[in-house]
């Protein structure tokens, strides 16, 4: 397994959605991303567990977030974004059955959890979070 081959791919897969200004692995504050640099999403890599079975894989985490501002009603841009990136992230191998990515070793990749959202009621700026779990094995 690679961690690094893993990771890359996710956010290659993340990429390929359309609608954001700005994509980055290195995560920043919604103070710290302009108005005009919205929508932005931002990958961050989360908790990885060992699970001992009769080999060893890897739970691997990612947290993925959104971060739009407007005027109007923040929640109307950020909910098809959110979409977008659950049906990419979710989108299944048509031989496998799986939701997963191009590397070998990963058994699955996919949105898991709870959202966190703060869809901008109370001012401008919607931000959500979105959880990502990856099975990979060792070789």
Not at 6 to 33: C, E, P, Y
Not at 38 to 51: C, E, H, K, S
Not at 112 to 131: K, W
């Amino acid at each position: 397994m690679n961690r690094e081959a893993i990771f890359s791919a996710l956010f290659a897969k993340l990429q390929t959605v359309s609608g954001f200004t700005t994509m980055s692995r290195r995560l920043l504050h919604w103070n710290d991303v302009a108005k005009q640099d919205q929508p932005a999403l931002f990958m961050a890599q989360g908790n990885q567990t060992a699970v001992t079975n009769i080999a060893t894989k890897w739970l691997l985490r990612a947290d993925v977030y959104i971060y739009v501002q407007n005027e109007e009603i923040p929640a109307t841009q950020l909910n098809p974004l959110l979409d977008a990136v659950c049906n990419a992230i979710n989108e299944v191998h048509p031989v496998t059955g799986r939701a997963a990515l191009p590397i070998e070793g990963v058994e699955y990749c996919r949105v898991t959890g709870t959202i966190e959202t703060d869809e901008g009621t109370l001012g401008s700026q919607a931000v959500a979070v979105i959880p990502i779990e990856i099975l990979a094995v060792l070789p």
